[in-house]
């Protein structure tokens, strides 16, 4: 099997051909290196169709184009095209003659492309894409995952082929299956043998087998082997040893290489979830697919860094919300450790927005499931599949229906795998929902009880209308429905939970309520990383400030604001709070309401926002003025204290678990937060008034990159002071300026949630002192970054770009 990178030398314009195609594509053809997103090059739009939902991107249409050479020692041979990702309703063309779609912007799919070639000759591949209207959240537009050629023999391993599962883990051994399909396109009986190895995750041979097999023309065939490593290296989110099993067709030289883990996964009520036999809890969190200031573009290192940035602030797990993820995040994932909720749907056969995935579900679920579960299931990170996320469906007999034929169909594919659902059981009883409250004494009545609208989740409508489409799965996932945690525990005694998804804010009551329920298995917070779209559903929106308010805010809203971690991978306050309430922080941590707040009512504030918090003890320009700080810590009391001398005390939990907030003036100095457990000092922690002039200054991740598909640099420009204190107050243009073609300016953006300003633009302000540039290699060489802002010395950067070969 030859696997050829098909992701440079496209061209990416408006649709053609006799009649075109929607409008609203690029205007004009333009060079491109995959993945890529065109949508987020287009003009945004307060009146665009998808409003704040869509982050106010309009509708649109492109076709990406390339031309190619196929020689003649490709005759005989299978062609095909894998295309990771295409969003949305792809169609795909090989010199003008429809050779394959595929309606799901998500789904991995391979079009065979031998009977349109023309051989010793060039030949054109167009790939139409249209979106619009059809997602709750940003999705982009385009090639945005990456396009691989596969040339095969006529006998061949079939694409995604290889099947490795962990049978059974003893104390001195694992007992591993490779099961390997094949395919005989030719016209011939072939006789071989399909060669695995097993490398060790140092690179060792540890097993190998060898089976011969006959194929006749047109027949295609398993072929099982059973292997027996050695005191193996168990995969698991602390050690995520990896082993590669090399499999080849005896004479052809056809090799693929496939990563694996050794591990095992159990559920139950009792004793939760255990990797390996090792109880586990998840730390997760929901996200999106998006890359910030890539657009919706899944390059291989934006995905890879935005894990290791998850990881490190806490988080054990993602969800992939509300869809496959890439192969790229999945690799991370598998290095890494990371472990991941592997999702299909957001929606069934109901409508989310005008023109979604709805439409298409009937004629698609089936082979969308066995494209992520061919796709993800040699992954060891991959824990769990979900098929499906808040659809109302899940509350009628027919969406049970639904339910338990998804669940089977996912189960035959993979059995090894637990199978869940995001259920919200108040939208799964929304058309009774006047009822509900007529009987609970009227809306005022309802919500004058603690929890407010939990009765609807957790009474005895949501309970019946639910049961049967939940007894379909391993683990019932619970969208904002932690009341339900103890409830089920009595109702359901052989019920599985996890919080698929939970408000941000509300971890320091659910952990606990993880904890304490042994049938729950953990959180998922919405969500571990902002993203575009569904903008302003997390910001606050004061008084006197115009706007709509509400969870969908005004353009030029951006993002959601709602992540732990901001679009430039920078750990909001919310981050820090999560990680001393899951017992990974000993240290407390201070955020400082802005001091231009203080006082201003605030209008709205959904359930998904956070204080209006940063942690920086700099802000020159409110010295005197009434400021609030909060201090975040495992602790019964805070004691807070200004160059020394104690400036106010304060329980820890009068406002919110693990939080303890004190007012008091801005003045410049050294701010320390002494946290007291029954009277003893058991952390503190020091914010500092930065000295001096803030300088401009620009840091790289990489200093040498390779010029490859995946192959990224982040450069982190912010403003520090001479003690290296990130100034917040700082808000000044950044312009960024390559020398030299080795590498060009990917994206660039700041965290504002509320901007005009344009990820492909070359000057952006920067926001609580800080922007990010991203640098694409396009060729071997060396370049020379230049980043400036008025008043400042030019910060350079020199990169060095290696050859791929």
């Not at 609208?453 to 489409?469: I, L, P, Q, Y």
Request: hydrophobic share 40%.
């Amino acid at each position: 099997m030859t696997a050829l990178p098909f992701n440079t030398e496209w061209i990416c314009g408006s649709p053609s051909g006799m009649f075109g195609g929607l409008g609203n594509g690029a205007d004009e053809a333009v060079a491109v290196h995959l993945p890529h997103d065109a949508l987020r090059d287009a003009t945004r739009d307060p009146n665009a169709p998808g409003k704040g939902a869509g982050a106010y991107f309009p509708n649109a249409a492109y076709s990406y184009a390339k031309t190619f050479h196929a020689p003649d020692s490709w005759s005989g041979k299978v062609v095909r095209l894998e295309v990771q990702g295409a969003y949305r309703r792809a169609q795909v063309f090989l010199n003008d003659e429809l050779a394959g779609t595929r309606a799901d912007g998500y789904a991995r799919f391979f079009v065979d492309l031998t009977p349109y070639l023309k051989f010793d000759a060039a030949n054109t591949i167009r790939i139409e894409v249209r979106s619009g209207q059809d997602s709750r959240w940003y999705s982009g537009a385009g090639l945005h995952r990456p396009v691989v050629l596969h040339v095969d023999n006529a006998i061949h391993i079939a694409p995604d082929g290889v099947t490795i599962r962990t049978v059974r883990i003893e104390p001195d051994q694992a007992v591993i299956d490779v099961d390997t399909a094949l395919t005989n396109a030719g016209l011939v009986t072939g006789q071989l043998s399909v060669d695995t190895i097993m490398l060790s995750p140092q690179g060792d041979i540890v097993e190998k087998d060898e089976t011969p097999v006959t194929l006749a023309p047109g027949e295609s065939t398993l072929i099982r082997q059973r292997f027996y490593v050695q005191d193996p290296a168990l995969w698991g989110p602390d050690s995520p040893h990896l082993y590669t099993a090399r499999t080849q067709l005896s004479g052809q030289g056809d090799e693929v290489l496939t990563t694996f883990g050794i591990r095992d996964i159990t559920v139950d009520p009792r004793k939760g979830l255990r990797i390996n036999g090792e109880p586990v809890l998840l730390r997760g969190a929901c996200i999106h697919s998006d890359n910030g200031p890539l657009g919706a573009a899944a390059i291989g290192r934006a995905d890879e860094r935005r894990i290791e940035l998850l990881k490190s602030a806490g988080f054990n797990a993602i969800r992939a919300a509300h869809n496959p993820a890439s192969p790229a995040l999945l690799d991370a994932c598998d290095r890494l450790g990371m472990l991941v909720m592997d999702e299909a749907f957001d929606v069934w056969t109901r409508f989310k927005t005008t023109d979604d995935y709805a439409f298409d579900f009937p004629q698609w679920w089936a082979m969308d499931l066995e494209s992520m579960i061919a796709k993800d299931r040699n992954h060891p990170s991959v824990i769990m599949y979900s098929i499906g996320n808040e659809i109302a469906e899940v509350g009628t007999p027919h969406g049970a229906r639904w339910a338990r034929r998804m669940a089977e169909h996912v189960r035959a594919l993979d059995p090894s795998r637990p199978v869940t659902n995001g259920v919200n059981p108040f939208l799964a009883v929304m058309d009774e929902l006047p009822a509900i409250l007529e009987a609970a004494g009227g809306l005022n009545e309802a919500m004058s009880v603690e929890g407010g609208f939990d009765f609807v989740g957790t009474g005895e409508t949501a309970t019946r209308r639910t049961a049967e489409s939940s007894a379909a799965l391993d683990v019932l996932g619970l969208n904002y429905s932690e009341a339900r945690y103890a409830v089920d525990r009595d109702l359901f005694p052989h019920r599985v939970i996890v919080g698929s998804e939970t408000f941000p804010g509300a971890i320091g009551k659910n952990w606990e309520a993880v904890q304490r329920n042994p049938n729950v298995i953990g959180d998922f917070t919405w969500t571990g990383w902002d993203y575009l779209g569904e903008v302003g559903l997390g910001a606050l929106a004061y008084e006197g400030e115009g706007g709509s308010g509400g969870l969908e805010r005004e353009f030029p809203f951006l993002t959601a604001w709602c992540g732990d971690i901001d679009i430039t991978g920078w750990r909001r306050p919310l981050s820090f709070y999560r990680e001393i309430v899951f017992g990974m922080r000993a240290e407390p941590y201070i955020a400082v309401r802005r001091p231009e707040r203080h006082g201003v009512p605030i209008a709205s504030q959904s359930t998904w926002a956070w204080s209006d918090s940063v942690s920086s003890w700099t802000w020159p320009a409110s010295e005197g003025d009434p400021v609030t700080v909060e201090v975040y810590a495992d602790a019964d009391e805070v004691i807070l204290m200004l160059d020394e001398a104690e400036i106010g005390r304060a329980e820890v939990g009068t406002e919110r678990p693990f939080m303890a907030v004190l007012q008091t003036a801005y003045r410049p100095g050294r701010l320390t937060a002494v946290a007291l457990r029954d009277g003893k000092e058991c952390g503190q922690t020091t914010l500092n008034t930065a000295p001096g002039r803030a300088r401009l200054t620009a840091v790289s991740d990489s200093a040498s990159l390779i010029a490859d598909d995946q192959s990224l640099a982040f450069v982190a420009i912010e403003f520090r002071a001479e003690d290296d204190t990130l100034v917040t107050s700082e808000e000044h243009p950044v312009t960024v300026t390559v020398d030299g073609d080795a590498v060009v300016l990917a994206g660039l953006c700041s965290a504002n949630p509320k901007t005009t300003e344009r990820f492909d633009a070359d000057v952006w302000n920067t926001f609580d002192g800080r922007a990010l540039a991203v640098l694409r290699p396009t060729r071997a060489g060396v370049a020379t970054v230049s980043i400036s802002s008025p008043g400042e010395d030019t910060v350079t950067i020199e990169v060095t770009v290696q050859d791929a070969g």
